[in-house]
């Protein structure tokens, strides 16, 4: 029997809606918010602009805003964003939202919980071994691989050890695309 894979499966990771975030509520000091909709608010001062991006908290529904651009001048802005920003552009909001330096700067974390889907082709793992799995993340979902390794295939963690050979740490959370290979049991 060859060492190589006989069956390649692609798995996808996508986003089944926007993330909550784990940021405190200066009123409740509740710890969880929603971008909802996804609103931007945009005030001239000027010829600068400023950029929010305005959050609603889940206990008490107070509105807050994080900031996107602050005293920008308005000629820097590239006029389709712009545009966006204007019109609430739903893909501008993700993207701003999944920002690192957003979230760095305004002090929230995402809370991936139920925001998530893997769609994996099925699995026939009684057949031709060994079977090659590569993964592609749409959005930077952090997950543990162990764990949507043992989703995906059905199986207990500990076979997922036993069974799965794969390219980074099992056990350390990933928003990146990886593979691995899951060998016959026994």
Same mark, same amino acid.
């Given at each position: 029997?060859?060492?190589?894979?006989?069956?390649?499966?692609?798995?996808?990771?996508?986003?089944?809606?926007?993330?909550?975030?784990?940021?405190?509520?200066?009123?409740?000091?509740? &710890? !969880? =918010?929603?971008? &909802?909709?996804?609103?931007?608010?945009?005030?001239?001062?000027? #010829?600068?602009? +400023?950029?929010?991006?305005?959050?609603?908290?889940? !206990?008490? +529904?107070?509105?807050?805003?994080?900031?996107?651009?602050?005293? $920008?001048?308005? &000629?820097?802005?590239?006029?389709?964003?712009?545009?966006?920003?204007? $019109?609430?552009?739903?893909?501008?909001?993700?993207?701003?939202?999944?920002?690192?330096?957003?979230?760095?700067?305004?002090?929230?974390?995402?809370?991936?919980? &139920?925001?998530?889907?893997?769609? =994996?082709?099925?699995?026939?793992? +009684?057949? =031709?071994?060994?079977? #090659?799995?590569?993964?592609?993340?749409?959005?930077?979902?952090?997950? /543990?691989?162990?764990?949507?390794?043992? !989703?995906?295939?059905?199986?207990?963690?500990?076979?997922?050890?036993?069974?799965? #050979?794969? +390219?980074?740490?099992? /056990?350390?959370?990933? !928003?990146?695309?990886?593979?691995?290979? $899951?060998?016959?049991?026994?």
């Amino acid at each position: 029997m060859s060492s190589q894979p006989h069956t390649v499966l692609p798995w996808v990771v996508r986003r089944t809606r926007l993330p909550l975030l784990s940021l405190r509520c200066v009123d409740c000091r509740s &710890g !969880s =918010a929603t971008v &909802g909709e996804g609103r931007f608010r945009v005030n001239a001062n000027g #010829k600068l602009l +400023d950029v929010w991006l305005l959050v609603r908290c889940l !206990s008490c +529904d107070r509105t807050a805003k994080l900031t996107v651009h602050e005293r $920008v001048p308005a &000629g820097s802005f590239d006029p389709a964003e712009l545009h966006g920003y204007r $019109v609430n552009d739903p893909d501008l909001v993700a993207s701003r939202l999944l920002d690192p330096l957003l979230a760095r700067r305004n002090r929230f974390t995402l809370d991936w919980t &139920g925001a998530w889907r893997l769609d =994996a082709p099925s699995a026939r793992l +009684d057949e =031709a071994w060994p079977v #090659k799995v590569e993964v592609v993340f749409e959005d930077p979902v952090p997950v /543990r691989p162990e764990r949507l390794i043992a !989703s995906g295939l059905g199986l207990s963690r500990n076979e997922v050890r036993r069974r799965v #050979k794969c +390219d980074i740490p099992l /056990r350390r959370r990933t !928003s990146a695309g990886f593979a691995f290979t $899951v060998m016959a049991a026994g």
